[in-house]
């Protein structure tokens, strides 16, 4: 249901509001009332509305200065006005103000202005979203592409193998062996050429490789660490909040 902040500061207009809208049939709940722009402002920043109704002229602190002081929360304003105020709130437009009802209030207009203020509320949560997914994207490139053209031989050798071992667990002699170089000189060379560790290089490939897998969503968590070489999940959380500043289910979850 979308969530409603009635900000009003005459007591009888609140509860009219309130009481007098069937707010259950436009799929709406009320989730608090407030008195003034202040209590408003504390409200929004507590109760994260998605739809704040509410009055220009009020105490302590009215609505222009309510807005202001909450930009950088996501919801749809309905502005009430009386019939002289209403040029005033035009200037609500910079808050992103779509819907103005004038006073006397009319249920019909609450309705109408309710509806548009949700499916306002539905593209913000759109756009919020492809953001989020946008973020998401470019954080997971942890991988230098340029990496791609790597012109010395005994590091492509290394990069091919953790391209086909990356899901194995396995220990770098393991590399030494297969490559035919000392442990030390495969170390030096790597990081001369990548401009980072083995270990480091092979924490992004089998992060990104696991990333890969929860966006096609046909595993659990566990068997993604699981199958991209982790020892136990609880090492392959740690690693990929290191790198993506979220955990993975707090990344599962935005995707």
Do not use: W
């Amino acid at each position: 249901m979308y969530k409603i902040l009635v900000v009003e500061d005459e007591k009888l207009i609140r509860q009219r509001l309130i009481f007098g809208i069937d707010f259950e049939r436009l799929d709406c709940v009320v989730i608090g009332e407030a008195r003034d722009g202040k209590e408003g402002k504390e409200l929004i920043e507590k109760l994260n509305p998605d739809i704040v109704l509410t009055d220009i002229n009020m105490p302590v602190m009215d609505a222009f200065d309510m807005l202001e002081a909450t930009l950088d929360y996501s919801y749809s304003t309905i502005i009430l006005s009386g019939y002289n105020e209403f040029k005033n709130a035009q200037k609500a437009i910079k808050y992103g103000v779509t819907e103005f009802i004038v006073k006397p209030i009319n249920e019909i207009d609450i309705v109408d202005a309710v509806v548009r203020a949700k499916t306002q509320v539905d593209e913000q949560n759109r756009l919020m979203k492809l953001e989020t997914i946008h973020e998401l994207d470019e954080k997971s490139q942890l991988l230098d592409h340029s990496l791609e053209t790597v012109d010395d031989e005994i590091v492509k050798n290394m990069l091919d193998f953790i391209s086909q071992n990356f899901h194995k667990k396995f220990l770098f002699n393991d590399v030494s062996k297969e490559i035919g170089y000392s442990s030390p000189i495969l170390h030096e060379k790597f990081k001369k050429v990548t401009k980072m560790t083995f270990n480091e290089y092979l924490n992004r490939y089998r992060i990104n490789q696991s990333i890969q897998l929860m966006k096609k969503g046909e595993k659990k968590l566990y068997e993604i660490a699981e199958a991209c070489g982790f020892s136990e999940y609880k090492y392959y959380n740690k690693v990929f909040k290191k790198y993506l500043g979220v955990n993975t289910t707090e990344f599962m979850n935005k995707l």
